[in-house]
């Protein structure tokens, strides 16, 4: 296979758990470099769980967890925001007493140094480097606001500030764990449309979202997870087809 056709990250029968308890039984997962994968599945299915794996916040107990093709089962998470992942986690957590403008210069990484573990190859290509200027211009309420704190803005600015603060980390792939939880009508049609924006540039993106009418016109592909398993995958046609996929996997 080229390096073109290799998957960004491959997920492939994953299992883990916290401390004795499993929580994930067989979850697969494909993201395809420079394309949007939706993970869904009702609350309490392991689809935070999933995320925490991949970014090596928990251990993986079986199967593997490639990048471009190699195992990382085993690296830290700051070796796998080193390698190009981004995450925007669930409930944001944003820094508080921070300041927006000192959130996002915090975390923020230098463009293309990224270090990579002996046995990763670096990224293919090179990824998108973001500035100050760059994210204030996907985010114009984030440049107004630079000078409050993290615990002045709204949930919708919050959660701007962590996908800002994200993206100055130069990320491949961004990973948003519940992208528009708790926000506002409008405020979530923001969050869509800088979402579409990235992806129209190329960002490759895996997310979690209770919106499946957003999810479907802004992801290629979809898994869906149950009890820890990867009970379904498709793309959007095939999702819009199966008229069941709702009512067995989705509602309520
Ligand atoms: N910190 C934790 N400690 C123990 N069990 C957890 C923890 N977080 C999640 N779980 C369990 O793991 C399973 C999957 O949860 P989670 O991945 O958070 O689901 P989702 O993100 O799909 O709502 C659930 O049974 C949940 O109770
Ligand atoms: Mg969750």
């Known amino acids: 296979m080229s390096e073109q056709q290799q998957p960004l990250l491959e997920v492939k029968h994953l299992q883990t758990g916290y401390g004795a308890s499993q929580a994930l039984f067989d979850v697969s997962l494909t993201v395809p470099a420079g394309q949007c994968v939706s993970l869904q599945g009702r609350n309490g299915m392991g689809k935070s769980t999933t995320v925490s794996a991949i970014m090596g ?3 993986c107990w079986q199967g593997d967890i490639q990048w471009q093709g190699q195992s990382v089962v085993g690296l830290e998470p700051f070796e796998m925001a080193r390698l190009g992942i981004g995450l925007v986690p669930e409930g944001r957590q944003v820094f508080p007493n921070l300041t927006v403008w000192e959130n996002l210069v915090a975390t923020a990484a230098k463009p293309n140094k990224k270090h990579t573990p002996a046995n990763v190859k670096a990224p293919a290509r090179a990824t998108s480097s973001w500035d100050l200027d760059r994210v204030f211009a996907l985010f114009p309420k984030l440049a107004d606001r630079r000078k409050h704190f993290g615990n002045q803005l709204s949930g919708g600015e919050q959660q ?7 993206l100055m980390t130069h990320p491949t792939l961004l990973i948003l764990d519940e992208a528009t939880e708790g926000l506002s009508p409008l405020l979530r049609q923001e969050i869509w449309q800088a979402l579409a924006t990235l992806r129209h540039e190329g960002l490759s993106i895996l997310i979690t979202d209770k919106n499946i009418k957003q999810l479907l016109t802004l992801c ?33």
């Open 57 to 59: 916040l928990l251990p």
């Open 160 to 166: 701007m500030l962590a996908i800002a603060r994200a």
């Open 220 to 252: 290629d592909h979809h898994v869906i997870v149950q009890k820890g398993r990867t009970v379904w995958s498709g793309d959007s046609s095939q999702f819009r087809a199966d008229a069941d996929l709702r009512r067995l996997y989705l509602a309520a």
